[in-house]
């Protein structure tokens, strides 16, 4: 079974500057996908970014990129230029696959980002 | 605004109650997973049905059962219910290219 970790429960940044949020994973698939979602005081689950295990290239959105280092099995996403409204609980995820009945997504316990103004 | 709708917002019902969770996917979306959130057991997949049929099941009590609709909506069906089913449950659907699963804003049940 694939198990998706994220070891710091807290972290905080302050305003305009950079925060990386670390994840990590285990799975013995060769190819599979990887997601960080947002979840902010509202409580709606928003996709931030999604990586493909087979493109060697990491995913960038806007002021959200990932370092994807499969090897380590590392997910890392950075955040550019933080916001207020970037104030939210993080989550890490892992696909097997993106359809058909392994497309469950497994989520980390969550990091909490505080920006401070 | 992810385009998925789930009813009701808050649910607070006793011990032992019966509930139904709503959920409708956007549109031309064919699979359906609902999720659940509590604080002591994170995120987690409960079951997946897709074009009406039950696909995948994850850690779902036996208390607890779905279906999907020829309209493609989908209610969770909560039963017998105790106090630690309170939690926040997730629908999300996904369809197109990527299968990306788009959230709706969930169900806050509580149980006393």
């Known amino acids: 079974a694939q198990t998706v970790t994220q070891s710091q429960p807290e972290m905080s940044v302050q305003e305009a500057e950079t925060v990386t949020l670390s994840c990590t994973y285990d799975t013995s698939e060769s190819n599979y996908y990887l997601f960080w979602y947002k979840q902010p005081p509202s409580r709606q689950m928003i996709l931030v970014i999604r990586?493909?295990?087979?493109?060697?290239q990491n995913a960038t959105e806007n002021r959200f990129s990932v370092n994807f280092q499969k090897a380590a099995k590392s997910f890392s996403l950075k955040i550019s230029d933080s916001q207020l409204g970037d104030t939210a609980m993080y989550f890490c995820?892992?696909?097997?696959?993106?359809?058909?009945?392994?497309?469950?997504?497994?989520f980390g316990k969550g990091i909490t980002l505080s920006v401070r103004p | 605004d992810s385009g998925v709708t789930q009813t009701p917002k808050h649910l607070i019902t006793a011990t032992g109650q019966r509930v139904t969770l709503r959920c409708s996917p956007r549109?031309?979306?064919?699979?359906v997973y609902w999720y659940q959130q509590s604080l002591d057991q994170g995120l987690q997949f409960l079951i997946q049905?897709?074009?009406?049929?039950?696909?995948a099941k994850g850690n779902i009590l036996e208390r607890f059962s779905a279906q999907q609709f020829p309209d493609l909506h989908s209610e969770l069906n909560l039963s017998s219910l105790e106090l630690g089913d309170s939690a926040l449950y997730f629908c999300a659907s996904a369809g197109g290219i990527y299968n990306e699963q788009f959230f709706g804003p969930g169900t806050r049940l509580t149980v006393l």
């Open positions: 995820a892992f696909m097997k696959h993106l359809g058909g009945a392994n497309s469950k997504l497994t």
């Open positions: 990586q493909e295990a087979y493109k060697q």
């Open positions: 049905y897709y074009n009406g049929e039950e696909r």
């Open positions: 549109s031309g979306d064919l699979s």
